[in-house]
């Protein structure tokens, strides 16, 4: 039984951490409120209560087509994530129901393959999608966001799936089941959550990779982190159309994330913090 | 239990992860070792000779190479500090018993999922702008001159945005081990008299000992690689102020189209990685022996 909390620990403790929540959550807050305002209103001072416009919105699809890279972020995050999904899915399942001695180097190998710096092969990178005219193409950005992901993807799967106990396996073949059987009734059915955790752990990331998808694109496959570091020119700086389109840009990823809080400590530290 | 069958089943379904991750690991950095022995440049492309060790002793001689190491140092190490002390009272704070508590860690986690351009941005026009920021608001409030942060304080300014998008991770974590921390063996603690502060150093941080390892870790190879804030805040300046080697590379490689000059910095930039991905694999791999 745990001891019984005085109410005025409770309370000095609630408000201490809702002043410094608020305090880490203000940038985005603030955001928010600035993008329901006017330009002018945006650079009056501080000022948390806007006047309530949606021109900011408005103008952001009119004047930027906003649509578009919103449309390419959706294609390649879930594009990639899917294409990941369907070649880490088996590989993952291998390595945790067939496991052998090189498992683990295998994973080790994987996992080691993340560790390479983006930057040193933008060049090689470059100049294959170059030649390859893959330059400003969702289909080459695809490619690329799944193959940095890949290696998370077959990790967090791989601690997922290493949790379906094994006898369930042996159970399920002495009662006669074919070897599809067993995938499609026994497993498949218990490695769902595992599967959608990961799925949604790495639309979020591929969502907000900001190096590639910056240095691959121009226009065409310009995904939203390009949209958005097109404001940081002095000619954009329209601070309540650049809090419109992120707020735009942010919340459907924010909403995922906080449902995902506990997969996120999982496959970002590899399963070593559960 | 496993057939003859089954395993070879088994070996043509990691057949197509491990060949793409083999191509994708030897392909582009072998291009990139090729070419940091290659004079190339993008804009005279048919002139390619072998250049030795040259473009390593260019990019050695260049005064902004060892700039841009120390400002990559600088970058993974001040937003580590503020994140990992940070994190930890963060984490205890959270781990009090509070009304809201689901609510504050949402609110506290949000900043990891702001795509960098976003966070770098909100935080260069609408909190550090030393006119119409918010910082400047209450400078102005207490009756103090504006800072004007990206041009007097620019990596610092880096590392404070940098540091609040890597907050919520660190605290997420901490926070996941000190709920782990055995309830009984903290009353015990309390019972024998153990007062916060000694409980703190002698139960709560051996505790947490191998979370920090691995938040430092993970961090550290994520930081190692920071380009886009950068790039929307101060462009690498004043000068090379804010220039990391990441930022550095780009700069050789996009804009001053040195094929081989880049590729040198990028195997230098590997070697980096290379060094703190060594002990990270470790701290990964005892784990996966549990």
Same mark, same amino acid.
């Given at each position: 039984?745990?001891?019984?909390?005085?109410?005025?620990?409770?309370?000095?403790?609630?408000?201490?951490?809702?002043?410094?929540?608020?305090?880490?959550?203000?940038?985005?807050? @603030?955001?928010?409120?600035?993008?329901? +305002?006017?330009?002018?209103?945006?650079?009056?001072?501080?000022?948390?209560?806007?006047?309530?416009?949606?021109?900011? @919105?408005?103008?952001?699809?009119?004047? +930027?087509?906003?649509?578009?890279?919103?449309?390419?972020?959706?294609?390649?995050?879930?594009?990639?994530?899917?294409?990941?999904?369907?070649?880490?899915?088996?590989?993952?399942?291998?390595?945790?129901?067939?496991?052998?001695?090189?498992?683990?180097?295998?994973?080790?190998?994987?996992?080691?393959?993340?560790?390479?710096?983006?930057?040193?092969?933008?060049?090689?990178? @470059?100049?294959?999608?170059?030649?390859?005219?893959?330059?400003?193409?969702?289909?080459?950005?695809?490619?690329?966001?799944?193959?940095?992901?890949?290696?998370?993807?077959?990790?967090?799967?791989?601690?997922?799936?290493?949790?379906?106990?094994?006898?369930?396996?042996?159970?399920?073949?002495?009662?006669?089941?074919?070897?599809?059987?067993?995938?499609?009734?026994?497993?498949?059915?218990?490695?769902?959550?595992?599967?959608?955790?990961?799925?949604?752990?790495?639309?979020?990331?591929?969502?907000?990779?900001?190096?590639?998808?910056?240095?691959?694109?121009?226009?065409?496959?310009?995904?939203?982190?390009?949209?958005?570091?097109?404001?940081?020119?002095?000619?954009?700086?329209?601070?309540?159309?650049?809090?419109?389109?992120?707020?735009?840009?942010?919340?459907?990823?924010?909403?995922?994330?906080?449902?995902?809080?506990?997969?996120?400590?999982?496959?970002?530290?590899?399963?070593?913090? +559960? | 239990?496993?057939?003859? *069958?089954?395993?070879?089943?088994?070996?043509?379904? /990691?057949?197509? &992860?491990?060949?793409?991750?083999?191509?994708?690991?030897?392909?582009?950095?072998?291009?990139?070792?090729?070419?940091?022995?290659?004079?190339? *440049?993008?804009?005279?492309?048919? *002139?390619?000779?072998?250049?030795?060790?040259?473009?390593? #002793?260019?990019?050695? &001689?260049?005064?902004?190479?060892?700039?841009?190491?120390?400002?990559?140092?600088?970058?993974?190490?001040?937003?580590?500090?503020?994140?990992?002390?940070?994190?930890?009272?963060?984490?205890?704070?959270?781990?009090?018993?509070?009304?809201?508590?689901?609510?504050?860690?949402? /609110?506290?986690?949000?900043?990891?999922?702001?795509?960098?351009?976003?966070?770098?941005?909100?935080?260069?026009?609408?909190?550090?702008?030393?006119?119409?920021?918010?910082?400047?608001?209450?400078?102005?409030? /207490?009756?103090?001159?504006?800072?004007?942060?990206?041009?007097?304080?620019?990596?610092?300014?880096?590392?404070?945005?940098?540091?609040?998008?890597?907050?919520?991770?660190?605290?997420?974590?901490?926070?996941?081990?000190? #709920?782990?921390?055995?309830?009984?063996?903290?009353?015990?603690?309390?019972?024998?008299?153990?007062?916060?502060?000694?409980?703190?150093?002698?139960?709560?941080?051996?505790?947490?000992?191998?979370?920090?390892?691995?938040?430092?870790?993970?961090?550290?190879?994520?930081?190692?690689?920071?380009?886009?804030?950068?790039?929307?805040?101060?462009?690498?300046?004043?000068?090379?102020?804010?220039?990391?080697?990441?930022?550095?590379?780009?700069?050789?490689?996009?804009?001053?189209?040195?094929?081989?000059?880049?590729?040198?910095?990028?195997?230098?930039?590997?070697?980096?990685?290379?060094?703190?991905?060594?002990?990270?694999?470790?701290?990964?791999?005892?784990?996966?022996?549990?």
């Amino acid at each position: 039984m745990a001891r019984a909390v005085s109410t005025r620990r409770t309370v000095f403790f609630t408000v201490a951490a809702w002043i410094v929540a608020l305090i880490i959550f203000f940038p985005i807050l @603030y955001t928010i409120i600035t993008s329901f +305002k006017s330009e002018t209103e945006a650079i009056q001072g501080f000022n948390i209560i806007p006047s309530g416009t949606f021109q900011s @919105y408005i103008d952001v699809q009119t004047q +930027k087509d906003y649509f578009k890279p919103f449309m390419n972020s959706v294609f390649l995050s879930v594009g990639s994530t899917f294409l990941a999904l369907l070649i880490s899915v088996p590989a993952a399942w291998s390595m945790a129901f067939s496991p052998t001695k090189r498992t683990k180097d295998i994973l080790m190998w994987m996992l080691s393959t993340k560790m390479m710096p983006a930057v040193a092969v933008l060049m090689p990178i @470059y100049l294959i999608f170059r030649d390859f005219g893959l330059l400003d193409s969702r289909i080459g950005l695809m490619f690329m966001l799944m193959m940095i992901n890949l290696p998370i993807v077959i990790w967090m799967l791989y601690t997922y799936f290493r949790e379906i106990p094994g006898e369930i396996l042996e159970a399920a073949r002495m009662d006669g089941a074919s070897m599809w059987g067993e995938i499609w009734y026994v497993l498949t059915p218990m490695a769902v959550p595992g599967i959608a955790s990961t799925m949604l752990l790495n639309i979020i990331l591929a969502w907000n990779e900001a190096f590639w998808t910056l240095r691959l694109t121009t226009t065409d496959a310009a995904p939203l982190t390009a949209f958005i570091a097109s404001f940081s020119s002095p000619q954009g700086l329209f601070w309540a159309k650049l809090s419109a389109a992120s707020t735009l840009a942010i919340a459907p990823i924010l909403i995922m994330g906080w449902f995902s809080q506990k997969q996120l400590v999982r496959g970002l530290t590899f399963g070593a913090v +559960k | 239990m496993a057939t003859q *069958n089954t395993r070879a089943l088994a070996r043509l379904m /990691l057949a197509p &992860s491990v060949g793409l991750l083999l191509i994708w690991m030897i392909v582009p950095l072998a291009m990139t070792l090729y070419f940091s022995f290659q004079n190339y *440049n993008l804009l005279n492309p048919t *002139n390619v000779s072998f250049a030795g060790l040259f473009n390593y #002793q260019y990019f050695y &001689s260049d005064p902004a190479f060892f700039q841009s190491i120390w400002n990559t140092m600088l970058l993974v190490g001040g937003v580590l500090l503020i994140t990992v002390v940070g994190g930890v009272a963060l984490a205890l704070l959270i781990d009090q018993p509070m009304w809201g508590q689901g609510i504050v860690r949402i /609110l506290v986690i949000s900043p990891f999922f702001v795509m960098p351009p976003v966070a770098a941005l909100v935080w260069k026009n609408m909190i550090m702008h030393p006119g119409y920021g918010v910082f400047a608001d209450i400078s102005r409030f /207490l009756g103090l001159q504006p800072i004007d942060w990206f041009s007097q304080w620019p990596l610092f300014s880096i590392v404070i945005i940098v540091a609040w998008q890597w907050l919520p991770f660190a605290t997420l974590i901490l926070l996941t081990a000190l #709920q782990s921390l055995d309830g009984e063996q903290k009353e015990a603690a309390e019972m024998d008299g153990a007062n916060f502060l000694n409980r703190f150093i002698y139960l709560t941080v051996p505790h947490l000992a191998r979370s920090i390892t691995v938040v430092i870790l993970i961090q550290t190879i994520f930081l190692l690689g920071v380009y886009a804030e950068i790039l929307v805040t101060t462009n690498g300046g004043p000068g090379y102020a804010s220039t990391n080697l990441p930022f550095l590379i780009y700069r050789t490689a996009l804009l001053g189209y040195d094929v081989g000059g880049a590729s040198a910095g990028g195997i230098i930039a590997v070697i980096l990685a290379n060094i703190v991905a060594f002990f990270l694999m470790r701290a990964v791999g005892k784990n996966l022996d549990k």
